[in-house]
């Protein structure tokens, strides 16, 4: 079994920063990208950063200059500090990690998410 969890959401406000960290457990041979994906009330889940085990890091234009994705591999944690938060950065974020397990089977998993809210 593999399990992704959340840790870091809250209540901050504009202008402010917070960091949300993911780490995955279990049964995990090894992991190819992490990353953060959030989704505001009555919009779709959008993607905020991804870092591939390799280095590379994409993010949506909308947080470029404010948030940094970065990661541990040895402990399988994805961070992403995000500074100059606005309102419209509330949504539950939610971490991402395509893993291939020890059973050589991959997927992509999935965190339950956390909340963050921004108040103006």
């Known amino acids: 079994q593999v399990q992704v969890v959340e840790s870091g959401g809250g209540l901050v406000q504009a202008g402010g920063s917070l960091g949300l960290s993911c780490a995955a457990s279990?049964?995990?041979?090894?992991?190819?990208?992490m990353g953060w994906y959030r989704q505001a009330p009555g919009k779709q889940r959008e993607l905020v950063a991804t870092?591939?085990?390799?280095?590379?890091?994409n993010y949506a234009d909308s947080v470029k200059g404010r948030f940094t994705i970065s990661r541990d591999n040895a402990k399988n944690t994805v961070y992403l500090q995000m500074n100059s938060l606005k309102p419209e950065d509330t949504a539950v974020y939610y971490c991402?990690?395509?893993?291939?397990?020890?059973?050589?089977?991959?997927?992509?998993?999935w965190g339950k998410g956390t909340l963050v809210t921004v108040s103006s």
């Open positions: 991402n990690a395509n893993i291939l397990s020890t059973s050589f089977n991959r997927m992509n998993y």
């Open positions: 279990g049964s995990i041979f090894s992991i190819n990208s």
């Open positions: 870092l591939t085990s390799g280095g590379t890091t």
